[in-house]
C-alpha cells in the first residue's frame, strides 16, 4: 500500500483503510462518523491518514500548538516577527467580561498577552471575517487600553500616577476567509494600522492594529518556497496541502515537532472525533450566525438603496409639480394671448368693415357726381 507524502515524514499516521476499520468496527465511533455529511466524513479520513494535512486555525489545535502558557516562545516569535521588535510573553491575560461578539463567536483563538515592555497584544484567529472589521477592533482595543490604565492606575495608587506608564495595545487578526474590503487588495496581505496627525505632529496614542488575511495571502505565494520565518507561520496557520507542509518542515525543521504533536493526537481516535465533532457544530454554528449578519447587512444595505430612491423619487415629484405648475401658468398665458389676439382679430374685422363700408360711399358718390356732370 503506497504511503502518503505526509506519512513518509510522521510514521505514525495511519492508512486511510486502517483508520476506516478503526471506526466502523466501534459502534459509538460508527455512529458519530455517519452521522456527519459526506465531504467531512472524507475531510476526516484524510487528515487521519495525511492525504490532507490538519487545519491548524481549528479552535482545538490552534489552542494546543499556540497556548502562550504551555508554548510561550511560539507565540512570541509570531509577535516578535509582526511587531519587528524582540517580543517576551511574561503573562497571559484573562478575558474580563462578555466578549464584543460573546455567543456564536466567529473567533478560532482569542488571546490576551502582556508583554515584557508592559504592552498587551490582543491575538485571535477567524474563521470567518467579521462584517465591519475595524469599528469591532477599535472597540475592543479600546477596552484593552482602559483595563490597563485600571490596572497601572491601581499598582500605582500609593505612587505618583503617569500616563507614560501606559504602554500600546496591538490588536493582531489572522482571517481564514476574508470579507470583501481585504479582497479589494489581492496582492496584500499584512495591513497595519495606527492613528497619525494630517500635520506631521508626532503623539503616542498607543491603539495598533495588524490584519493578516491568510486566504489572500496562500493565494498570493501559490507554491512559492518558504523564504522566511513568517512565510512559515502563515503557512503552517493557513494551509493543509501536504506540499506546503513539506515545504515548511525541510525549510526549518523545527515546525515537525508542531506537527508531530497534531498527528500524535490521531492516535486516540475516540479523542479525535469528539474534538472533529467539536469543530463542524462551531463551523455549523459559526456559519449560520455569519449568514445571518450577512443578510441582516444586505437587508440594510437594500433599505438604504430604497430610502435613496424614495427621496429621489420625492425630489422628482417636487420637480415635475414645478414644471407643472410653470406649465399651468405658460398655459394661462398664453389662453389669455389668444383671447387678445381673438379680441384683436374681432376689431381688425370690425375696421376692415368699417373701411368697405366707407369705401362703398366714396363709390358711390363718385357714380353720383359722374351723372351730375353728364346732365349738364
Request: proline residues 2%; aromatic residues 10%; contains cysteine.
Amino acid at each position: 500500500m503506497q504511503k502518503t507524502k505526509l506519512q513518509e515524514y510522521f510514521p505514525m499516521l495511519k492508512s486511510r483503510e486502517e483508520v476506516q476499520r478503526i471506526i466502523d468496527e466501534n459502534d459509538r465511533l460508527a455512529r458519530i462518523f455517519y452521522s456527519w455529511r459526506s465531504k467531512h466524513r472524507t475531510e476526516f479520513l484524510d487528515f487521519c491518514s495525511g492525504a490532507r494535512g490538519g487545519k491548524m486555525l481549528y479552535d482545538s489545535f490552534a489552542k494546543e500548538l499556540l497556548n502562550p502558557e504551555l508554548y510561550p516562545d511560539r507565540l512570541g516569535e509570531i509577535l516578535s516577527i509582526l511587531l519587528e521588535t524582540e517580543v517576551t510573553i511574561i503573562d497571559v491575560q484573562p478575558n474580563e467580561g462578555k466578549r464584543i461578539a460573546a455567543e456564536n463567536s466567529l473567533l478560532t483563538m482569542d488571546i490576551v498577552v502582556k508583554l515584557k515592555d508592559g504592552s498587551i497584544a490582543n491575538v485571535e484567529i477567524q474563521k470567518i471575517g467579521y462584517a465591519f472589521p475595524g469599528q469591532r477592533c477599535a472597540c475592543y482595543s479600546s477596552d484593552l487600553l482602559l483595563r490597563q490604565y485600571k490596572s497601572v492606575r491601581a499598582a500605582t495608587e500609593d505612587e505618583k500616577f503617569s500616563y507614560r506608564d501606559i504602554q500600546n495595545v496591538y490588536t493582531i487578526v489572522f482571517i481564514e476567509k476574508s470579507t470583501g474590503e481585504f479582497w479589494q487588495y489581492p496582492d496584500d496581505y499584512q495591513h497595519r494600522f495606527e492613528q497619525t496627525s494630517d500635520t506631521g505632529l508626532k503623539l503616542e496614542l498607543l491603539q495598533k492594529y495588524i490584519f493578516i488575511p491568510l486566504d489572500i495571502y496562500l493565494k498570493k505565494r501559490e507554491n512559492k518556497d518558504i523564504g522566511s520565518r513568517l512565510d512559515a507561520w502563515l503557512v503552517f496557520l493557513g494551509s493543509d496541502d501536504p506540499e506546503d507542509i513539506v515545504r515548511v518542515i525541510e525549510t526549518y525543521p523545527d515546525f515537525r515537532a508542531m506537527y508531530t504533536q497534531i498527528y500524535g493526537m490521531c492516535q486516540n481516535m475516540e479523542n479525535m472525533m469528539g474534538m472533529f465533532s467539536k469543530e463542524l457544530e462551531i463551523l455549523d454554528r459559526n456559519t449560520v450566525k455569519y449568514m445571518i449578519d450577512e443578510m441582516e447587512d444586505a437587508i440594510k444595505q437594500k433599505d438604504e438603496i430604497i430610502k435613496h430612491q424614495q427621496e429621489q423619487l420625492a425630489q422628482q415629484e417636487e420637480v415635475i409639480a414645478y414644471q407643472g405648475e410653470q406649465i399651468s401658468q405658460q398655459q394661462g398665458r398664453i389662453e389669455e394671448q389668444q383671447g387678445q389676439i381673438e379680441q384683436q382679430r374681432g376689431q381688425i374685422e370690425q375696421q376692415q368693415g368699417q373701411l368697405k363700408e366707407q369705401k362703398d360711399q366714396i363709390l358711390a358718390i363718385l357714380a353720383r357726381l359722374t351723372q351730375l356732370e353728364e346732365k349738364n
